[in-house]
């Protein structure tokens, strides 16, 4: 039985171990998601190295009030329209800093993004809390 509880115990070090060496979680903090937004957005629309750190400045902006709201917030239709009346905020800052070539390329990218999501909530809808 002495045998069985150290086998036992080694296998649950090793397993944690290995678990800890796994990928690192990743960090999804708002800068990291800011950052990872404008660098999809700079080889999607080409942007200019002085629109590079403008563009990044609003998603940070944007990730931060959003997350805000998310936290802070109960779920609804007033979460709702907070989160869009700043999506609309947010689109007017980029329409000033983007080319209108550019500006269409965003739109369609906030299409297929927006569009994507409601692909997952539909596979994955969340149970009415009662």
């Known amino acids: 039985m002495k045998k069985f509880g150290l086998i ?15 990928p690192e979680r990743k960090e999804k903090g ?27 400045a609003i998603n940070l902006e944007f990730i931060k009030k959003v997350n805000d709201i998310r936290n802070y917030t109960e779920r609804g239709p007033e979460q ?8 609309i905020e ?15 390329q965003f739109l369609e990218m906030k299409e297929k993004r927006k569009a994507k999501m409601r692909e997952r909530k539909e596979e994955h809808p969340r149970k009415k809390q009662e």
């Open 8 to 22: 036992l115990t080694a296998i649950l070090f090793t397993i944690s171990a290995i678990a800890q060496e796994g």
């Open 90 to 104: 947010m689109e007017n800052k980029m329409k000033s800093i983007l080319t209108p070539e550019q500006f269409e």
């Open 30 to 56: 708002p800068a990291k998601m800011a950052k990872k937004r404008t660098k999809a957005m700079t080889k999607r629309l080409k942007l200019s190295e002085s629109q590079v750190p403008q563009v990044e």
């Open 80 to 87: 709702k329209e907070k989160i869009e009346a700043l999506e």
